[in-house]
């Protein structure tokens, strides 16, 4: 659907925020917190969390860090001013809030605060217990500060800075050195900082379903030998070959077979393909441990096999 960018407003070093609404003005589709939507940008299709509250049904809010590693994505966003039109997919929601759960830990690292921030307002509006920690290189690289001073977020947020002494730095086994049952841990940000939280969970002994986390612009991670394989289709018993250097969704798509894909890199699920035979070479950052190990599904936007012949359900 057609958007309009109602306003734009720098709200931390490299990042602005941008409020999208239909140029009639109208009622938008309704998302929960954690959800994204897929914004078309000059040629690219790129993936922003919501960070506003689920409540406001006639705005979308993103925040958008200008990456100097860009694929020109987030460049191009930064160029747009108030009025443009983007088009703009309905939201998503990978990373959902667990209904029920009597206390939430939330965890941001960088531009990891935008789905975390629609967290907290959403569990701010059904009066729900949480706690939120905020982590950033530096005080001005800290989004919507102006919001965490708020009376309603003050009291529940601590914003962490890597200039800081490091005892003022956050300190994630004391965080997370309680696990119980009914409270749930959600964690976005970098690669590194996420992998630190997972770390760290695990060891204090919080249960595997209570921990979610989904990965912020990362890169997917690389794993065994890029060599060659072959894919069947079960619908049609077709069997493509996948050489080296060429990924699944490529060699797929020169054969006329589409699949949907997103984020290109493992990190959003839309391709998320069932596999009924063969060993997949997991390569993503999407599927979590178990679901991994259960060799049932993939990505094969970056995902490859380990076995020689993948039979998928398509």
Known sequence: MKALITRKLPVATDICMFELALPDGGALPPFSAGAHIDVHVDGHVRQYSLCNSPSETNLYRIGVLRDPQSRGGSIAMHELACGSTLEISTPKNHFPLVEGATHSILLAGGIGITPILCMAEQLIHKGQSFELHYCTRELERAAFRERFAAADLETRTRLYFDTAAPSDRINLPSVLGRPATSTHVYVCGPAGFIEAVLATASKAGWPAANVHREYFGA?????????????????????????????VIEALRKCGVEVPVSCEQGVCGTCLTRVLSGEPDHRDLYLSDEERAANDQFLPCCSRAITPLLVLDL
Do not use: I, R
Not at 220 to 243: E, H, I, M, R, T
């Open 219 to 247: 890169t997917p991670q690389a794993a065994g030998a890029d060599g060659a394989f072959q894919v069947k289709l079960a619908g049609s018993g077709n069997v493509v070959d996948v050489p080296p250097g060429v990924t």
